[in-house]
């Protein structure tokens, strides 16, 4: 019979060492896929929040409604009043607030957006008119946010730092609305951020009056000028 041979120990000791290297090989670039899968849903989840929280923004403010309120002490609030303080505010009367379980209120809804610390907070309150006992609820927004800057155009064209300008008339002042709102926000982690937001009300008054047809012709649409739609 033809004898068999086997592994030396110096063969086996070999093909283990062979083994373990491809094994912690693995193990490194598994562990590697993981870590990198781990940041980039942590990067998504950020961005998720920073893309929510301007859209919330830029919704409140698109569906801003000239309706002044009173706070708990009965004194008159501007329709979208912005405060610029350390940490500048803007308050306002919107509307579309929905009402699934078609409770008694009103559509109108007064909103506040803030910073606190590092927080960026929408603040509600559940009724336009104020009382004492009225609660105000709290939404944080997002988180990061080391500045908050805001700056309103009027219909000349100035920028203000605070809203209504301080030399409206007061009565005037309660149902103004500026013509654009600029943000400004620094995040942690993806600096800073601004955008430039046309209110509705802030369309020049000529591209709110519709064309006047020709009484002898009721196709001519009167000019040539594209009419901006209404909110």
């Known amino acids: 019979m033809k004898a068999v041979r086997g592994f030396t120990l110096l063969e086996l000791l070999i093909a283990i060492a062979i083994f373990a290297l491809l094994g912690l090989g693995t193990y490194r670039m598994l562990d590697s896929v993981l870590q990198t899968d781990k940041v980039t849903r942590s990067h998504e989840m950020q961005l998720r929040e920073v893309v929510r929280a301007m859209a919330a923004f830029e919704r409140d403010l698109l569906q801003v409604q000239a309706r002044a309120t009173r706070d708990a002490f009965g004194d008159p609030r501007a329709a979208l009043l912005g405060e610029a303080l350390d940490s500048p505010s803007i308050e306002l009367t919107r509307n579309g607030w929905r009402n699934p379980l078609g409770q008694p209120r009103s559509s109108l809804q007064r909103v506040r957006w803030q910073l606190r610390g590092e927080q960026w907070q929408r603040q509600y309150w559940t009724v336009l008119d104020q009382a004492q006992d009225s609660e105000l609820q709290v939404q944080q927004a997002l988180d990061g946010v080391t500045r908050l800057q805001l700056r309103y155009?009027?219909?000349?064209?100035?920028?203000?730092?605070?809203?209504?300008?301080?030399?409206?008339?007061?009565?005037?002042?309660?149902?103004?609305?500026?013509?654009?709102?600029?943000?400004?926000?620094?995040?942690?982690?993806?600096?800073?951020?601004?955008?430039?937001?046309?209110?509705p009300e802030g369309v020049p008054e000529r591209l709110q009056q519709a064309p006047e047809q020709n009484p002898e012709d009721p196709s001519d649409p009167g000019d040539d000028t594209a009419q901006e739609p209404r909110s």
Request: glycine fraction near 4%.
């Open 153 to 199: 155009r009027d219909q000349e064209g100035a920028w203000h730092d605070s809203w209504p300008p301080a030399e409206k008339n007061p009565a005037d002042a309660l149902l103004a609305l500026p013509q654009a709102v600029e943000l400004i926000i620094e995040h942690r982690r993806y600096g800073e951020l601004r955008r430039l937001l046309r209110l």
